[in-house]
C-alpha cells in the first residue's frame, strides 16, 4: 500500500489546519492508520490513530481536543484535523498503516511521506 500525506502548510498560532492521507494499491477497510509528527531535533511522537474496520479512535492525550482524526471510505482517506494550532505543533507530519490501533511506530508498517506544518507566533 501506497500512502501520501497532504495539506500541510504555514499558519498563524491559533489557527487550523486539515491534513489528508491518501491510500493507494490496497483498500484500508482493514487497517488501522496512523498519525505521526516529528519537530525538528525530536523524536518521532505518536498524534492520533484510527481504526478503519470500527469505531476505534486514539489520541496523544496532550493532543486530544484540538485534534480530530477521521476516515473518508468512499475516497480510501484519512484526515487530521487540528485546531488551535501551537508553536510546538511544528513538524512534519506522517501516515501509517498497521492492524493494530497503538501508539507505537513500530506497529505500523507501511509509512507515507510526510506533509510539513509550520505554525508561526
Known amino acids: 500500500v501506497q500512502l501520501q500525506a497532504f495539506g500541510g502548510g504555514l499558519v498563524q498560532a491559533g489557527g487550523s489546519l486539515r491534513l489528508s492521507c491518501a491510500a493507494s494499491?490496497?483498500?484500508?477497510?482493514?487497517?488501522?492508520v496512523g498519525w505521526f509528527r516529528q519537530a525538528p531535533g525530536k523524536e518521532r511522537e505518536f498524534v492520533a490513530a484510527?481504526?478503519?474496520?470500527?469505531?476505534?479512535?486514539l489520541y496523544a492525550g496532550s493532543l486530544k481536543g484540538r485534534f480530530t482524526v477521521s476516515r473518508d471510505n468512499t475516497k480510501n482517506t484519512t484526515n487530521l484535523q487540528m485546531n488551535s494550532l501551537k508553536p510546538e505543533d511544528t513538524a512534519v507530519y506522517y501516515c501509517?498503516?498497521?492492524?493494530?490501533?497503538?501508539?507505537?511506530?513500530?506497529?505500523?508498517?507501511?509509512w507515507g511521506q510526510g506533509t510539513l506544518v509550520t505554525v508561526s507566533s
Open positions: 501509517a498503516v498497521g492492524n493494530r490501533i497503538t501508539t507505537m511506530s513500530d506497529d505500523y508498517a507501511y
Open positions: 494499491g490496497r483498500t484500508l477497510s482493514r487497517f488501522v
Open positions: 484510527v481504526d478503519w474496520s470500527g469505531p476505534g479512535r
